[in-house]
């Protein structure tokens, strides 16, 4: 498969399958496909329209793995399985289990924030897969099944990795690094959390404020139950303000520089991120 083929199966911010409508708040909060109200941690805007996703249509006896979610019965990742760079979307609603061949606890929906989902997977089984998700609490993961034809697989090239105390982003692929940037960060109060995590979906507001587009990442803030009545969800965006790089100012989500926001848009989702102290 080409690298042009590549990104538009995995969803990158090129690909035609994101959207283009409008954007709110990202630290954050409700996200619509229609409306594409997308809401995130620490990225400031106007408040919230609610604290679901109107757009999630999955079963009504088990939760939805989306970002608005808070999961129970499901492991947490200790960083312990190294994964290679697959990633997986779910062509439909796909059941999760806390173990492999277990019973389903939640659903992996096929969208997430208007845009297709894809997520990493960290370990693998005959006909099933681990892969993290972007539901409370940070680090969740579940087993997901591959038979049935209902999972396609591809794999990203990249990594992205946010170090809080050199207050740095730096992107590689294959392993070499293809720009690093001086970013903010979260402050004392409200600060990012680390662990690894994954690029989520991609929002252009219409009318942009502080940042072109908004790209949130799988996980949440760990101070704020919520912010401007969204979940609190992490993103990167820009900010049109260059002296807040290098500090850290931010209620959890990561500002950076204009060029890093070219980068990262280009990036498929489900991509790894790893964040460290």
């Known amino acids: 498969m080409s ?4 990104r538009a199966r995995l969803g990158s911010a090129a690909s035609p399958h994101l959207p283009t409508g409008r954007s ?3 630290m954050v909060g ?5 409306a594409a109200t997308m809401l995130v941690t620490g990225c400031g805007g106007s408040k919230a329209e609610g604290s679901k996703d109107p757009s999630a249509k999955g079963s009504a006896k088990l939760p939805e793995a989306t970002t608005f979610a808070k999961l129970t019965g499901i492991p947490v990742d200790l960083n312990t399985a190294n994964g290679d760079g697959t990633v997986v979307h779910p062509t439909a609603a796909t059941p999760v289990s806390a173990q492999a061949g277990g019973p389903a606890v939640a659903t992996l929906p096929s969208t997430q924030l208007g845009s297709p989902t894809w997520v990493p997977v960290v370990e693998s089984k005959p006909g099933w897969q681990r892969v993290l998700l972007p539901s409370r ?15 396609q697989t ?3 090239p990249y990594t992205i990795k946010v170090s809080l105390g050199a207050r740095k982003l730096t992107i590689l692929k294959a392993g070499h690094k293809s720009g690093s940037w001086t970013v903010a960060v979260g402050d004392a109060k409200t600060p990012t959390p680390t662990g690894r995590t994954f690029m989520l979906a991609s929002l252009a507001p219409a009318k942009p404020t502080y940042s072109p587009l908004i790209l949130p990442v799988g ?3 760990a101070t704020l139950d919520s912010f401007g009545g969204g979940p609190g969800t992490v993103a990167f965006h820009g900010w049109p303000t260059k002296s807040v790089f ?10 950076v520089p204009a060029e890093a926001l070219t980068q990262l848009a280009k990036i498929p989702l489900g991509t790894p991120v790893d964040i460290t102290a």
């Not at 690298?3 to 590549?6: E, L």
């Not at 409700?30 to 229609?34: E, I, L, R, S, V």
């Not at 993961?141 to 591959?146: F, Q, S, V, Y």
């Open 3 to 6: 690298n042009r083929s590549k």
């Open 30 to 34: 409700a996200a619509t496909a229609a």
């Open 219 to 221: 996980v949440h803030s």
């Open 137 to 151: 609490p940070n680090g969740s993961m579940g087993w997901i099944p591959t038979d049935g034809g209902k999972v």
């Open 246 to 255: 290098g500090q850290a100012v931010t209620h959890g989500c990561v500002r």
């Open 24 to 26: 709110r708040s990202l």
């Open 154 to 156: 591809a794999r990203s």
